[in-house]
């Protein structure tokens, strides 16, 4: 107790960032959503900056916020020294705790300082912050969500983790700190190796305006080759030095004429520093936590030679984390920034910009969208802004125009809201206009708010200015123009997620205008009108068995199959089951009101039965456009044998 009011701020920091995590944890368990535990991650924000700088590109999760955060982390650490670690870190913290507990308990070892163990050891964070960052650069995704028991903890195992690598990890963080003092702050923790390169400025400075002035120099240079330099020479520093000498500009600091000898300030110091050794701590492990100068009865120990300066890191932490903040809202970075074709041209391009482009959503979306816009003649590049849902497209206006290019971002859309009763014979079909209705994600959720009314069971959108708007609607019903405007004008409502979790969606959609005509449907007609119907011919059997060969259909049904996820997944299968003789193709269609898929086959080679047990396959090998052979779980579950139709 008397410990931690000797440096009072610092533990009410540590415990504050603890009570929002256990929060963050408490709201999963009782059923909440996963909160965003990124939301302030300054390794997470480094990562994404990584893959910005090396190819324009941002990590799905990332927002400014966290490279800022990021960005001030580094700047603190070459200043300051490692704040975050000291006062903000949640494992750092657990480990300190976990350091105390093997001291009451009597358990574990020391590794000493400079010894061969110790110099081993600490090569295993510049290993792993290497491969983070190599493999998040490659994918621009965070590699480490898989393993980071943060991340895993704060989310209650419910993020982008791979369990297995989080499991290690975990054993790790916990067995680890319980057998070796700070075990996971010296040796394992990938940011606190980054924070040791900072602390090694003049170093990284230099290595940094190597790799710019090769760049300039028209030679081969990547980003990540640079950091591999410096983790392996900051690493040799480290094992050999143990200190840094230049920077950070705040040290811990012993007034030899007022020390006593009691060596407190040493045995407080969480990474096990001498300090009462030293008149500068320079120890690379320093992050002035102020443990020792808590614990100096003297004043002996002080901040550069002040005692004024006690509160200094405290201040500075909490200051840091709310410019990091405020940067963060008045700065903005592309997700994806790319342009192509003739660069001749590029100098004529001009831009226009469309914000509420909700399925642009991260890095995949994004290199989506721009694949889809490389299609379009007179189009040669895009931006993206994720956390916006922004695009800004660059056209050549002598080649195009910006509604041409806006017609062939428009995405029309299907979607049928409920399947009308067999009594329902006809449906009416009524034109409306919207605006603000520019994305399928709007279709979608426009479509989630007219699904919760009575009476309509369809939607079709088709390009136009406003958005033209096909609704389906029980012939039975009054068109009253007044409700389908408090409809479309609904600004919230609710939705269910994957686990019955329900989300809120605003929206700012306006009715704009209504078609006086107005058409009808059969059931029948509406029916296959809505449903995704898909045809696959596999051209190398068709040409192995020729067009002669006595050929039969076999239809399975399959409930469910105009579902989304279902759709998603029947590439897979029409690749699985390409890969036997006989099989010349498949299609999806209604039989009635069942969907059904139909494959084609070859009399002489199949039958019913050696269909089915084809199906029942627990493997699929599914073959990939860039050439890649997978063999993944079996993707659909075939439960209801089908049966030869012709």
Request: with cysteine; proline share 4%; net charge positive.
């Amino acid at each position: 107790m008397k410990k931690i009011k000797n440096n009072v701020w610092r533990h009410v920091l540590q415990l504050g960032v603890i009570a929002v995590i256990a929060g963050f944890i408490l709201k999963v368990f009782l059923g909440g959503a996963p909160a965003d535990v990124e939301a302030y991650c300054p390794f997470g924000g480094l990562q994404s900056l990584a893959t910005f700088i090396s190819s324009d590109t941002l990590a799905c999760s990332m927002s400014v916020v966290q490279i800022t955060m990021g960005i001030v982390l580094a700047l603190a650490v070459m200043l300051f020294s490692k704040l975050f670690c000291g006062y903000v870190c949640p494992l750092g913290t657990l480990t300190e705790w976990m350091n105390e507990l093997r001291k009451k308990m009597k358990i574990g070892f020391m590794v000493k300082t400079g010894s061969v163990g110790d110099k081993l050891l600490r090569a295993i964070k510049y290993i792993l912050l290497f491969v983070i960052f190599y493999m998040t650069i490659r994918s621009s995704e965070l590699f480490c969500k898989n393993f980071d028991p943060y991340y895993a903890f704060a989310t209650g195992f419910k993020g982008e983790l791979t369990a297995w690598m989080a499991i290690i990890s975990i054993l790790v963080l916990f067995a680890g700190n319980l057998f070796i003092g700070m075990f996971w702050c010296k040796y394992v923790c990938p940011l606190g190796a980054l924070s040791n390169i900072f602390k090694f400025t003049l170093t990284f400075i230099v290595l940094v305006v190597l790799g710019i002035i090769a760049g300039y120099a028209g030679l081969p240079m990547n980003w990540i080759w640079i950091l591999g330099a410096a983790a392996v020479i900051c690493y040799l520093y480290e094992i050999i030095y143990y200190k840094s000498n230049t920077f950070p500009l705040l040290r811990i600091t012993r007034k030899e004429e007022k020390c006593n000898n009691c060596g407190l300030c040493s045995k407080r110091c969480p990474m096990n520093i001498d300090v009462a050794q030293l008149k500068t701590v320079k120890h690379v492990d320093c992050m002035l936590c102020g443990e020792c100068v808590g614990a100096c009865h003297s004043q002996a120990i002080q901040i550069n030679r002040n005692p004024r300066f006690r509160w200094l890191p405290v201040v500075l932490t909490v200051v840091l984390f709310f410019f990091a903040v405020w940067m963060g809202s008045h700065w903005e970075l592309p997700t994806i920034s790319e342009k192509w074709g003739d660069e001749a041209k590029w100098s004529k391009l001009e831009m226009f910009e469309r914000d509420g482009m909700k399925t642009v959503k991260c890095y995949g979306s994004s290199k989506a969208f721009a694949a889809k816009m490389k299609r379009v003649p007179g189009v040669y590049g895009v931006t993206t802004y994720v956390n916006r849902f922004a695009v800004q497209v660059y056209y050549n206006p002598e080649e195009t125009t910006q509604e041409k290019v806006e017609k062939a971002m428009f995405t029309p859309t299907k979607m049928k809201l409920k399947v009308p009763s067999p009594e329902v014979e006809k449906l009416q079909v009524i034109t409306i206009g919207v605006e603000k209705l520019f994305d399928k994600m709007d279709v979608t959720f426009l479509s989630n708010i007219f699904r919760q009314k009575e009476g309509y069971y369809g939607i079709i959108s088709q390009y136009a200015c406003p958005v033209q708007i096909k609704l389906f609607i029980d012939a039975n019903k009054p068109i009253d123009k007044k409700e389908l405007r408090e409809i479309v004008e609904t600004r919230e409502f609710e939705i269910l997620l994957h686990g019955g979790v329900k989300k809120k969606v605003t929206c700012d959609y306006e009715f704009v205008s209504m078609d006086a005509k107005i058409d009808t449907i059969s059931r029948a007609d509406f029916l296959n009108l809505m449903f995704p119907q898909t045809k696959m011919t596999f051209k190398g059997n068709v040409a192995k068995y020729g067009s002669d060969v006595a050929t039969a259909v076999y239809e399975l049904p399959y409930v469910g199959l105009d579902k989304p996820l279902i759709q998603r997944r029947l590439p897979y299968f029409g690749s699985f089951i390409s890969n036997y003789d006989g099989i010349l193709g498949y299609e999806t269609a209604l039989n009635g009101d069942t969907p059904v898929i139909r494959i084609t086959y070859v009399k002489e080679v199949l039958n019913d039965e050696k269909i089915w047990e084809m199906l029942q396959a627990p493997k699929w090998t599914i073959h990939y456009t860039d050439g890649r052979v997978e063999e993944k779980e079996a993707q659909l579950p075939f439960k209801t044998p089908g049966k030869t139709i012709e």
